[in-house]
């Protein structure tokens, strides 16, 4: 066979490759931008050629080389009136830079307001959008606008793609908030079981016999109610809080007037928070409100048990009902906590391995093959 031919076959076998393409507004430090890069190393398994695209430069996550990566910027148009207007304006600018620097792909995965507003806009197929929350309590909770008013404008987005919801609860919720506006799914966050375990690895944490907390010191996480909770404990093992964020002074405010100075340990952000949660004599989370709770699957994968309140959307799907408190419950929250502290690996729970990369990346082409996403 001559060179000739042989570097034409590999020209057909790179046209044909198909190509996948993921949209968020940045990669710094969160589950869903998380969520981005394992899904994308799930589709690259497959085969794809995979594609990500952010609007600002932002990266506090290691980033695979079998990925390709792409920053369009959004600042040019932030001097234009109405963010509708500047959505819409935009989106003519994606896809521009997508059909000249991409190409077209066989899918377009939208994650998050921003890229889903802007997404919403746009001309280009086969986009689907991620919904990675509890949509009601977006709408409900949100202090910077009115909440119909808030409502109807994720209707108008939402109803004009495909949207696969990271839970059951987040699905049941999407329909029940926006009714049958377009094709859904739930398909659960992939969790890369084995790079989580080669990065548990890095190193041994200087703390030990700690409970862990991994959370954005955020409205959901509701830091304050593990605090007052773990307040009501004998604390013989200290809590080790892992994240930043918003609220994190107040919580820190919170800590001293309780006198837990000595016992709450404040880690900040890490990219690579595995050892902690590999060596922690187990997980607490105490969210009002999750998508699917990717860290309490990432601590299934340590073998770490876990204790979590039963919020919407994810931790049920996850965990044993024994694992599970009543959300704001100080008391009860305190209560499941000594039991923690006293026997962990009674909360200890098995890994699913539906969840990683590739089985996930293929119920996202399942999807996109239903007679009513296709149509």
Same mark, same amino acid.
């Given at each position: ?17 198909? &190509? #996948? ?11 869903? !931008? ?10 690259? !398994? ?12 932002? #990266? ?5 080389? %079998?990925?390709? $990566? ?26 521009? $830079? ?11 995965l939208s994650n998050l307001d921003r890229a ?6 746009? &001309?280009?197929?086969?986009?689907? $959008? ?34 696969? +919801? ?6 049941? %919720? ?19 079981? %084995? ?10 944490? !200087?703390?030990?016999?700690?409970i862990i907390h991994v959370g954005s010191f955020? %409205? ?8 007052? *909770? ?32 000595? &016992? ?6 890490? !990219? ?33 048990? #876990?204790?979590?309140?039963? +919020? ?19 008391? *009860?929250? *305190? ?27 293929? &119920? ?12």
């Open positions: 066979m001559t060179n000739n031919v042989i570097s034409a076959q590999k020209m057909n076998k790179t046209k044909l490759k198909k &190509k #996948v393409l993921l949209v968020i507004n940045c990669l710094q430090g969160g589950g869903a !931008e998380r969520v981005v890069l394992t899904l994308g190393q799930g589709f690259y !398994e497959l085969g794809y050629e995979v594609h990500i695209l952010r609007f600002k430069p932002l #990266v506090e996550y290691e980033l695979s080389p %079998d990925l390709h $990566y792409h920053v369009l910027k959004f600042k040019p148009y932030k001097l234009i009136p109405g963010s509708e207007r500047r959505d819409k304006i935009f989106a003519r600018s994606v896809d521009k $830079y997508v059909s000249q620097n991409i190409g077209q792909p066989d899918m377009i889903d507003s802007i997404l919403s806009n746009s &001309k280009l197929p086969n986009i689907t $959008y991620i919904i990675h929350n509890t949509v009601s309590l977006l709408y409900k909770f949100n202090k910077n606008q009115d909440a119909e008013q808030l409502k109807r404008k994720m209707v108008e987005i939402y109803s004009k793609h495909p949207c696969v +919801c990271v839970s059951e609860g987040a699905e049941k %919720d999407f329909i029940k908030s926006f009714g049958n506006i377009t094709p859904t799914a739930a398909i659960h966050n992939p969790i890369d079981r %084995d790079n989580i375990q080669k990065q548990a690895n890095a190193f041994v944490p !200087e703390y030990q016999n700690y955020k %409205d959901a996480k509701r830091h304050d109610v593990l605090i007052k *909770a773990y307040a009501k404990t004998d604390q013989s093992m200290p809590l080790l809080l892992l994240g930043q964020g918003k609220h994190k002074n107040e919580i820190e405010n919170l800590v001293t007037a309780l006198k837990l100075e000595n &016992k709450v340990v404040f880690l900040g952000f890490h !990219e690579n928070p595995f050892p902690y949660i590999k060596h922690a004599q187990f997980k607490v989370l105490t969210s009002d409100w999750e998508g699917f709770a990717l860290v309490i699957a990432e601590a299934l994968v340590l073998g770490t048990p #876990v204790i979590s309140t039963n +919020c919407p959307s994810g931790p049920s799907e996850l965990l044993p009902e024994s694992n599970l408190m009543p959300m704001g419950d100080i008391e *009860a929250i *305190a209560e499941k906590m000594r039991q923690a502290m006293s026997n962990p690996q009674q909360f200890h729970a098995p890994f699913d391995e539906s969840l990683l990369p590739v089985k996930i990346a293929e &119920k996202y082409l399942e999807f996109s093959q239903r007679p009513d996403v296709i149509k």
